[in-house]
């Protein structure tokens, strides 16, 4: 984190002022309802507007302190750009996430001290995992006062931010700078520390007043199919950690990714326009059962990648290296009391020649470390449950993010933790004791 | 297509656009391009006695302000009268004459306050072929100062005095530019006319400030670390100019005076106004400035076609249709009603016209979210008071209208309603607000 980190640019100053003064300045605006952090957006516009840059970011900033990265990740096709009212006028929608970015990048860039930090509580938090549910919840207790140390199994703070969002969507500065912004309110950042391996739970519950767990979710578990362990055949999250890190040169090559969700269009988009020679998106079902973005799905198709519907993988074939993906076409059957079930069509197989193979068929969760702590429960699915402000069953503990979710976006995750970290300072404060129903947070 | 040409004080025009005199008439080259443009007539960039009153401009000369982000909504400007030789401007005007002998060159002059100064350009520049002259009595900077400019224009006697001189020494007719820094434009228009002028040209520029560096703390247009009021024009004084144009139109002793009209015009749309409130001509500026001499093509077809589409073969048609449309407040009819209505299929939810309503207005619009979350709207019927306001907030062409209601209530104005007769009661009006001890 020592080196210069400087923004990727999304907008001069004239086409910043030229969208601002688009936005209408709506009452009880739709695009602020949309966002689940609540960014008053037409006030950080008009501030874009009328130059006040500085009051523009705090705007953004204090309703959510990741806000130059949500800017470049949110989904704002079906979030505020989607409820913007100039959709009805047959208009563009203001683009908001550019305009975002343009207004948080000199303050998050520049280390700017927007906030002032509160005088010290006394209090100590432990903050476990330093993606954006971490980040926001750090951010928010150690501008209230309280000693924020924050745990993090990697080399660089910022989870998924960092390590996990494909390059196009959004540069792996614009995470690490986000993350130096927050210490700058005086969070530690214990970086390479895993809980159960550097820092004992019991060392961390007793070490801290309260505990946050942003952990997020796992790796993509192995499909189990035959050819899994040849060379090339890769985690699709893995192929982006290694992207973002500048380890991967993959023109000329051949990809086949499985999956229909973000990560597989993450992958697919970032390998096409990476120069790979074909890129394949292998989805066992239709385009309308995808999970990721239609917008999304646009763009992987204007990039270049080919989407092959109605295919499960049988195995990958290859002589230590993947050569080819076999497949099986797949097809819906409905059964006499009206269920539909996916099923391989006999006698369909087919094979796809290849040199590399992605999963992308979703994260597992973190059940082995969420079980290590004392009270913590979890849904059949192995999502976290909370209460409505993030409480875990450990009286101690709060969770948000992905964990809790099962994934969804980053703006979810720091609304997750911002919501926990008032929750905690309230306990904190008062002794509160909670309240003791909880539930699945998805 | 219809007629565009006009007569003002004798003077055939082929259209009505004129360019008005400042840095787009500056020199002949600029004026025989404005005609090749398709302009009709140019107001020669003021001449002055040089011998007299040397002329030297400092560095910057123009301001302007930006309304979300639309360029020169107003334009400022503390440039003097024309720094160029009167030899040369003598000779550029006989050869733009003589290559466009259709086209109205009218010369706008500035000397000091006395006869002989007047008699002896007036003589030059009517040697050099000028249509009319136009006496400036309203440049609001350096020349006021002088003696001279709005020094002149702002003293109804001063005004008279020197436009007789002007008629006495002049062959051609005599325009006197009215300065808009007084405060009733009817008695400088009489003063005028009272001197023997042919016709009036307004509004020059007002005086103005645009704004402050807020890093220097220096007003624009800077000179080192100064400014000075400026001369203020463009689209915003539009309204000013049309207020003033229409007084004088309007007023009985100054009805019959040619009016060529100035003041924020750019579109044809602009110019229609003007001429329906009782200008001839009129006189552009600012946009010229901004985007050149070919607005006026626009200005010609746009004309054009409106005039066709109202049934109208000549411009002269139009001339005053709406001078007598405009009358004091006490003369309006105070039963006349009309209530905000939504057209809710247009619609787009943007709430603005409810906050518009609620804090600036008189609460007359409701609002709820809908079942899909929107921002929904409805007019409160009995609180309206059929103001506009909403409708001039709704960002939707046509989205909110105002209705006129017909309740069989009588035409009755104030003067009629406090007369010793009312012809009928007073429609009742909406209540408002909360009433202490209620």
């Not at chain 2, 010793?420 to 209620?438: A, M």
Request: hydrophobic share 40%.
């Amino acid at each position: 984190m020592n080196i210069a980190l400087t923004p990727v640019v999304t907008m001069t100053p004239d086409e910043a002022l030229v969208e601002a003064y688009r936005c209408l300045m709506c009452w009880d605006a739709p695009c602020t309802r949309a966002c689940p952090t609540s960014i008053d957006v037409p006030g950080f516009i008009k501030r874009i507007g009328t130059g006040d840059l500085v009051g523009s970011a705090r705007t953004i900033l204090d309703a959510n302190i990741l806000g130059a990265s949500c800017a470049r990740v949110c989904p704002t096709e079906v979030l505020c750009a989607g409820a913007c009212v100039l959709n009805d006028l047959h208009e563009r929608p203001i683009e908001i996430g550019r305009l975002q970015a343009f207004a948080t990048d000199d303050v998050v860039f520049g280390g700017v001290p927007l906030f002032d930090v509160a005088p010290p509580t006394g209090s100590t938090i432990g903050v476990v995992g330093s993606g954006p549910a971490g980040l926001s919840c750090a951010a928010e207790l150690a501008r209230l006062g309280h000693d924020v140390t924050v745990y993090d199994a990697h080399g660089d703070p910022g989870g998924l931010n960092t390590y996990g969002v494909a390059n196009y969507k959004m540069d792996r500065s614009t995470a690490l700078a986000e993350a130096s912004f927050i210490k700058g309110f005086g969070v530690d950042f214990r970086q390479n520390t895993m809980i159960g391996r550097d820092v004992s739970v019991d060392d961390l519950l007793t070490g801290h007043d309260a505990v946050f767990i942003g952990v997020g979710l796992g790796a993509v578990p192995p499909l189990g199919i035959e050819g899994e362990d040849l060379d090339g055949f890769v985690d699709a999250l893995d192929f982006i950690a290694d992207l973002r890190a500048g380890q991967v040169d993959i023109s000329g090559q051949r990809i086949a990714v499985i999956g229909g969700g973000n990560t597989a269009i993450d992958a697919v988009t970032q390998a096409a326009k990476l120069g790979a020679d074909r890129v394949y998106l292998v989805y066992r079902r239709g385009r309308d059962e995808m999970k990721a973005y239609p917008h999304d799905i646009e763009r992987a198709l204007s990039s270049g990648v080919e989407f092959i519907h109605w295919s499960a993988p049988r195995r990958v074939d290859g002589n230590g290296a993947v050569e080819s993906l076999v497949c099986d076409r797949t097809e819906h059957v409905t059964d006499d009391d009206g269920t539909v079930r996916l099923v391989a069509v006999s006698g369909s197989e087919y094979s796809i020649p290849v040199t590399m193979v992605m999963r992308a068929t979703g994260q597992e969760k973190r059940r082995s470390f969420l079980s290590s702590i004392p009270g913590l429960a979890t849904d059949d699915g192995g999502r976290v449950l909370v209460n409505d402000d993030f409480r875990t069953g450990n009286n101690k503990v709060w969770a948000g993010g992905d964990c809790v979710n099962g994934g969804k976006e980053v703006v979810n995750a720091v609304a997750h933790g911002k919501a926990a970290a008032l929750d905690i300072d309230r306990t904190l404060r008062s002794d509160d004791q909670g309240s003791t129903t909880h539930g699945s947070r998805g | 297509m219809a007629d565009l040409s006009v007569n003002i004080c004798g003077i055939e025009s082929p259209n009505p656009f004129w360019l008005a005199s400042a840095p787009p008439t500056n020199t002949g080259d600029q004026v025989a391009r404005a005609f090749d443009a398709g302009w009709g007539g140019a107001v020669w960039k003021t001449l002055g006695d040089e011998a007299e009153n040397p002329i030297e401009n400092v560095y910057s000369r123009y301001s302007s302000i930006d309304i979300n982000g639309q360029r020169m909504a107003g334009l400022n400007n503390i440039e003097l009268i024309t720094d160029r030789s009167l030899e040369l401007n003598l000779i550029e005007i006989a050869e733009v004459k003589r290559r466009y002998p259709d086209n109205v060159v009218v010369v706008s002059l500035m000397v000091d306050s006395n006869a002989d100064a007047w008699d002896s350009i007036i003589k030059q520049v009517e040697q050099a072929g000028a249509d009319a002259i136009e006496l400036n009595f309203g440049c609001p900077h350096g020349m006021s100062e002088r003696g001279m400019g709005a020094a002149v224009g702002q003293v109804p006697e001063y005004t008279c005095d020197i436009t007789g001189w002007a008629k006495a020494s002049a062959t051609v007719p005599v325009f006197v530019k009215l300065t808009p820094n007084i405060t009733d434009i009817r008695v400088a228009a009489r003063a005028a006319k009272n001197g023997g002028a042919d016709a009036v040209s307004l509004i020059n520029t007002i005086n103005s400030i645009t704004g402050v560096d807020l890093d220097s703390f220096t007003p624009r247009p800077v000179v080192g670390n100064q400014s000075s009021h400026g001369g203020y024009c463009g689209p915003a004084v539009k309204p000013i100019a049309l207020n003033m144009v229409a007084s004088i139109a309007a007023d009985p002793f100054t009805q019959d005076l040619p009016i060529s009209g100035i003041g924020g015009i750019a579109t044809w749309e602009d110019v229609a106004e003007y001429i329906l409130l009782g200008s001839t001509t009129i006189q552009v500026c600012t946009a010229v400035m901004h985007h050149g001499y070919r607005i006026v093509e626009d200005m010609t077809e746009g004309l054009s076609n409106y005039l066709d589409s109202k049934g109208m073969s000549s411009v002269n048609e139009l001339r005053g249709l709406s001078v007598n449309k405009v009358t004091d407040w006490q003369s309006l009819d105070i039963n006349y009603v009309v209530k905000a209505t939504i057209d809710q299929d247009k619609c787009i939810h943007c709430g603005l016209c409810y906050i518009a309503c609620q804090d600036g207005a008189h609460q007359a619009i409701g609002t709820k979210r809908s079942d899909d979350d929107k921002t929904d709207v409805w007019i409160i019927d009995d609180l309206c008071v059929g103001c506009n306001l909403c409708s001039l907030v709704c960002p939707v062409q046509d989205c909110i209208t105002m209705e006129e209601r017909e309740f069989g209530q009588t035409h009755m104005s104030w003067n009629d309603f406090t007369g010793e007769d009312p012809p009928g009661e007073l429609f009742p009006r909406p209540k408002h607000g909360i009433t202490i001890g209620e």
